[in-house]
């Protein structure tokens, strides 16, 4: 039911109300058992996996045994029973065409019940919202009351069911409760069947004695919720049909004049209409107010408590499954409407039904975000309830007050702030923050121990069911008490938060008068909005700077829509305060984002949404009343200043009416019909209220410029469509991109259209892989996939997480979609679980095919690291051996960062569905696992996500401890394989260090284990040179992390021992990551040629052997190096924290700061060997600070500066700690340790000075060197002083026992 359409007679589009309707019991059919609940019972054959033709056997079964009552636990009364709608008011309207099904199902969800002159019978309000696959709202309002069965076959009918039940249930009382369903179907239907004292409660109707009543109900359908208008008037109308008078006029006027009548009133105008006793008012907001709510968000508050409801309202903005579950259908229909309410200027895109009809419960097995509400029954608790998924899961259980959260998921900006705004807003109301349990019946029902426990919980944000009293309740409230700590820090003033005393007094002697309330639930529900809209006006204040409008016209842009980026996330993100990236970078990933970002772009050629229009109207305000830097960005958390107004527009709209709409009146009726019995809703003439006066055209205009934005609509998609038909399916793709499955049909429910929506999931599942794994690509390759045209470069650390916990979340859904028998809260581990279970037991039985022998791979010195066994299996073990992780959830999630860290996702996957007797067992057919082409274009899918690495699994778990394993290589042909002396090695990351560990003698290869040392960076490797063979060439160092195989590779190249080389005992290695690639390559890649052995090896060999093998670089070449070095540095510490790499690498590695300076520091040294002795740059060093040292005692001949004498002092003092250090460093370890100290303190542009004009520089260096080049010197000591600026923060292997 859609409000498109052209405005025909009568202009409904501009009528308060579209259809009257009234729903109850066919006399003429009699008792029909409810065929939806049948075919439910039809679905759930399928639940063991039976074939088709079993299937059909069993449906007929079935049907059968229902319609005659067998294998039926509930008594009579209890069970559902066909409604229909008797009649509708006007048969049909071309723009708003009248589903029938979907209204019966949606007016009496669980069909028709009976009721004896016993029984509770109080009339129930309740109300529906059908929305329709273009996601146009129509909303519906119901009355349920119960009238008194007069048709004698019925009353005999049901004595009959009695009977044959009675019997049953005395025959077969053990077979019938040992072979219950195991299916949701049974856990929410059993009930109380479990006894026969039970049973015998409900065993009651007498024919001779009872009176039986069957529920009806009468139903208005409008465009738009006016629910309090629609309550007053169905309430009247009721009140007329039970009262011992008849009313004034005939039920058919007041029917008409609703329907034909009374017209929407405008926007921003408050109009009166006539009930069958009063008058009734509605007011609809303005063109520039908030859009019309009128469910009362007292009540929602009143129903979960605020820290409740601000955690669902964030699981709902971060897209989540969220089911509402409550006995009162309005209650569910209150919550669902109050929290998308809230969510303004962005709006719910995924499937939402509120009430979900019990023949519906499939459902629940939609792999996609979806908003809905169950109804439960009494006495059913939570744990009862089998529902297919719950790893992303908000589960809300209204009546007891109590939300069951997914595991992981970022909290509002400022939730504390938000939430004490809130407390003052429902204060001034008299509205406890904690919301009022006591207003609930069912909480003085509880039977649940549990439960009540829970009831009185204040963890839960609940609280003790008999807290009447406001002060008291007040004054030892945790939630308070944090909020006025929170006020005092923040310099708010808490008086106002008290309740004026004067108004809890009011309502202590008498309710308020209902206007009054009214007045007030009106202006509650305003504030409150305002409150929640105020937020987002603050946080994405500056959006529109970030939206990317690529596209010349419209056409154009929604055929590339899929493939343009129409948001700068990264660029947005980062001009964000930290506290709020996490809860943001989720929130900017959603479909309602992206629906509300392409609403702006589509703005440039069409009318704004009305939403948008709102919002971006706000901005403007913000702009011109706060003179803020529109890109500076607070965390300071601004109030919001239009509380008052708003309020006050509301109040001027109800005290002061601005249209009132004609009076009801006599029809031109068939006297003698209608006939006023009491108890009785009449047969109504239909004539008379099939059509409405044909002179009401003056509305029309009214809705105009809306009408005129749909046509166009249609007829830009109808012009497209005469193109090209192919473009149009297209095009209709893309408006709906990401949309997996809009709303659930509601009338049509046959098997087919079941198959059907199935398959839309499937198609749905499939296409958000290829999204999300096309984004986590693109962001990952950052500037290459920039150059290819794909988006924006850079990816934060906060961003990549983001984008995995999606894919976790995506892959939770696929495998909850179509399971046979939930176990456990996550679907995906339980897979793991049972295929663990078959592969462990055939691996007892016989030899494991999996297990890839423990070869080595071969290297020119046959020493390297086993080769890493890949098993599924394993990598399950690594994880259940995680004792930091409790849950199944996170299970599921630490193997999917862990499969995708090793690039083994996709390889895991497709090993666990190859069994696929397992995956027949657990999933139905029409499982997304089960569809075959689809199943191998999503491992496609993930297989591209091997192209880039990511630390997923390493970054996240930094407290796990890890087995390692080291290896260290020796260049066999020039030196002894194993050293005589006792060799020790310190492996450092990112995370920490091991300390010093002794490798075993004779032994070149040991494993050790040690808490998660992040990415590795840095090996110290070293001996205390004794024994008679204690010189050792050292070609590189091997570490293996044992969980993740990520492989480093630390090159050395270097003598270790006395008298060789630079003389030095220990060495600090620079690591780099050894690509992972396949087994086969694994041999091939570890023959590093030796030009790339290292940062060391190349360079320093060169410079202290004159082989002349290496041709050595040119000054240009040494400037060149110098410069690049320096921006390197530059560049990391202008990347966001979370993204730079390492610095490290960046200092010692091969091409960095130490690399550039020794090459400086060669250039036209005299290296020449005096009495075949190496000469090495350390050896300069030293005769520099001799020379200072001593012509410092001399005194300064030349008057030097006070700075070049502090200078002279720092330099002979940091070289000194470095020769006194306890450490056994040759003279290259210590140039490199003063470079570094020398960057971190900002010194080095003052020594280089002081080195290039000491005298013995002309005894060392020919007189063409860089250092003797005044020109050169300047312009170093520039690019040396533009690191000035940064704090630099060395590692600690780095500069380990130097005291300085």
Request: net charge negative.
């Amino acid at each position: 039911m859609s409000g498109s359409g052209a405005p025909g007679p009568g202009a409904a589009p501009c009528r308060f109300a579209h259809y009257f309707v009234l729903c109850g019991i066919d006399a003429e059919s009699g008792l029909e058992p409810d065929e939806l609940a049948v075919l439910y019972k039809w679905l759930e054959a399928d639940l063991h996996g039976k074939s088709s033709d079993t299937a059909d056997k069993t449906s007929e079964v079935i049907i059968s045994s229902f319609i005659a009552g067998e294998n039926f636990d509930q008594s009579p009364l209890r069970r559902t029973f066909k409604s229909k709608v008797l009649a509708h008011y006007p048969q049909n309207i071309e723009w708003n065409p009248f589903d029938q099904d979907a209204v019966n199902m949606l007016c009496m969800p669980k069909g028709l019940s009976f009721r004896t002159q016993a029984d509770n019978r109080d009339p129930q309000l309740h109300s529906f919202i059908i929305t329709r696959e273009d996601g146009s709202r129509t909303y519906g309002f119901v009355l349920t009351f119960y009238e008194e069965v007069t048709s004698k076959q019925i009353c005999t009918a049901m004595q009959t069911l009695y009977q044959m039940h009675n019997a049953e249930q005395y025959s077969s009382v053990c077979a019938s409760s040992s072979c219950s369903m195991d299916s949701l179907a049974s856990s929410i239907d059993e009930g109380d069947a479990t006894s026969l004292a039970k049973l015998q409660r409900y065993n009651s109707y007498d024919i001779s004695r009872d009176t039986l009543y069957v529920s009806k109900c009468i139903c208005l359908i409008t465009p738009l919720p006016f629910m309090q208008a629609c309550k007053k008037f169905l309430i009247q109308l009721y009140k007329a049909v039970t009262s011992q008078q008849p009313p004034p006029l005939p039920l058919e006027s007041y029917i008409h004049n609703i329907l034909y009548e009374v017209p929407l009133p405008p926007p921003g105008r408050s109009l009166k209409f006539y009930g069958v006793y009063e008058p009734i008012i509605c007011q609809r907001p303005g063109p520039n107010e908030l859009p019309l709510s009128d469910y009362p968000l007292r009540e929602v508050f009143e129903l979960l408590g605020l820290e409740n409801l601000v955690q669902v309202f964030t699981c709902v903005l971060l897209e989540m499954q969220i089911l509402l579950y409550s006995q009162d259908y309005q209650r569910l229909m209150t919550v669902a409407e109050g929290i998308t309410t809230l969510l303004f200027p962005f709006q719910w895109q995924h499937v939402y039904v509120p009430i979900l009809p019990a023949s519906l419960l499939h459902f629940l097995d939609a792999p996609v975000p979806y908003l809905m509400g169950l109804q439960s029954k009494e006495g059913t608790d939570r744990s009862k309830l089998e529902l297919p998924q719950e790893a992303n899961l908000c589960f809300v259980d209204i009546d007891n007050h109590f939300i069951e959260l997914p595991e992981e998921f970022p909290q509002f900006p400022n939730k504390l702030e938000f939430i004490q705004e809130i407390s003052e807003v429902l204060l001034q109301f008299g509205i406890p923050p904690e919301g009022n349990l006591h207003c609930s019946d069912s909480a003085t029902k509880l039977k649940n121990l549990v439960l009540s426990d829970l009831v009185n919980d204040k963890k839960n944000g609940n609280i003790p069911g008999n807290a009447l009293n406001m002060y008291e309740l007040l004054k030892g409230n945790e939630t308070i008490a944090r909020l006025q700590a929170l006020a005092k820090r923040t310099g708010v003033t808490m008086e106002k938060m008290t309740i004026t005393a004067p108004l809890a007094e009011k309502e202590k002697d008498g309710k308020l008068p209902c206007e009054e309330v009214e007045l007030r639930d009106y202006k509650l529900n305003v504030q409150l909005r305002e409150v929640f809209a105020n937020r987002f006006t603050q946080m994405f204040a500056d959006y529109e700077a970030f939206v990317i409008q690529a596209a010349p016209d419209m056409e154009s842009w929604l055929t590339n829509r899929e493939q343009m980026q129409n948001f700068d996330k990264a660029s947005f993100l980062s001009d964000q305060p930290e506290p709020y990236l996490p809860f943001l970078s989720h929130f900017i990933e959603t479909q309602m984002f992206a629906t509300f970002i392409d609403n702006k772009i589509i703005s440039q050629w069409e009318e704004k949404d009305p939403f948008l229009r709102v919002f971006d109207s706000r901005i403007e305000k913000i702009r011109l009343y706060n003179v803020r830097a529109p890109a500076l960005r607070t965390s300071n958390y601004q109030k919001c200043s239009t509380l008052k107004e708003a309020a006050q527009s509301i109040e001027q709209r109800l005290m002061k009416i601005d249209h009132t709409a004609i009076h009801p009146h006599l029809l031109d009726m068939k006297i003698g019909q209608g006939k006023y019995e009491q108890g009785f809703f009449p047969k109504l003439q239909s004539d008379v209220l099939a059509t409405g006066p044909t002179n009401n055209n003056r509305w029309a205009s009214r809705s105009a410029t809306a009408q005129r934005r749909k046509d166009r609509l249609r007829q830009h998609s109808e012009h497209i469509g005469l193109d090209n038909d192919l473009r149009e399916k297209y095009m209709q793709e893309a408006r709906s991109l990401g949309k997996n499955l809009r709303q659930p049909k509601l009338s049509d429910l046959s098997p087919a259209v079941i198959a059907q929506t199935n398959w839309k999931f499937v198609e749905g599942l499939l296409k958000e892989c290829r999204m999300k794994t096309k984004r986590m690509l693109v962001e990952k390759m950052g500037h290459e996939a920039v150059e290819l045209g794909h988006g924006e470069a850079n990816i934060t650390g906060l961003e990549e997480n983001t984008l995995i916990a999606s894919l976790c979340d995506l892959l939770e859904r696929i495998w909850s979609h179509g399971l046979q028998v939930k176990q456990g809260k996550s679907a995906l581990w339980s897979h793991l679980l049972q295929y663990q279970e078959r592969e462990e037991k055939q691996e007892h039985s016989a030899e494991s095919p999996v297990a890839v022998g423990t070869e080595r791979r071969k290297s020119d010195t046959g020493i390297t690291l086993p080769t890493l066994r890949v098993s599924l299996i394993q990598d399950m073990r690594h994880v259940q051996n995680m004792s930091e992780i409790k849950t199944d959830v996170g299970r599921a999630r630490a193997w999917i960062r862990l499969s995708l860290e090793k690039k083994l996702l996709s390889q895991h996957l497709k090993q666990l569905l190859s069994n696929q007797a397992l995956a027949k067992k657990l999933y139905k057919r029409y499982a997304f696992l089960r569809c075959e082409e689809e199943r191998e274009q999503f491992l496609y899918h993930l297989l591209s996500l091997n192209a880039v690495d990511y630390f997923c699994f390493t970054s996240v778990f930094t407290t796990i401890v890890i087995p390692y394993r080291s290896v260290i290589i020796p260049i066999k042909k020039l030196s002894n394989a194993i050293t005589t002396s006792n060799p020790w090695i310190c492996v450092s990351g990112e995370l920490g260090d091991t300390g010093v560990m002794q490798i075993p003698k004779n032994h070149l290869e040991m494993t050790f284990e040690c808490q998660n040392l992040g990415k590795l960076t840095t090996v110290q490797i070293g001996h205390d040179n004794s024994g008679l063979l204690a010189k050792w060439l050292v070609d590189c160092v091997m570490v293996r992390n044992e969980i993740t195989g990520h492989t480093y590779k630390f090159p050395c190249g270097r003598w270790l021992g006395k008298g060789v080389d630079d003389g030095s005992l220990e060495r600090i290695l620079i690591g780099e990551l050894v690509s992972s690639t396949s087994e086969e390559e694994l041999g091939k890649q570890c023959r590093t040629p030796p030009q790339q052995k290292s940062p060391t090896t190349a360079r320093r060999l060169s410079i202290t052997s004159l082989t002349g093998k290496n041709t050595k670089p040119n000054a240009g070449q040494i400037q060149e190096g110098i410069g690049e070095a320096v921006n390197n540095i530059v560049k990391h510490f202008h990347k966001p924290e979370k993204e730079r790499g390492s610095l490290t690498i960046l200092l010692c590695g091969e091409n960095g700061l130490v690399a550039a300076l020794e090459q400086v520091f060669h250039h036209g040294f005299k290296s020449a060997r005096i009495f075949h002795k190496n000469v090495f740059i350390w050896d300069f060093i030293e005769k520099a600070v001799a020379y200072f040292e001593t012509s410092d005692q001399i005194g300064d001949n030349e008057e030097a500066l006070l700075l070049q004498r502090s200078s002279c002092k720092t330099f002979c003092h940091y070289v000194n700690a470095i020769n006194t250090a306890p450490r056994n460093i040759g003279k290259d370890g210590k140039f490199q340790i003063l470079v570094c100290l020398g960057t971190r303190d900002h010194l080095l542009s003052q020594w280089i000075p002081l080195l290039a004009e000491c005298p013995p520089i002309t005894r060392m260096y020919e007189e063409n060197a860089l250092l003797r080049d005044r020109m050169t010197v300047n312009s170093l000591i520039r690019v040396l002083q533009t690191l000035q600026d940064f704090n630099i923060i060395l590692e600690g292997s780095l500069i380990k026992g130097v005291d300085v």
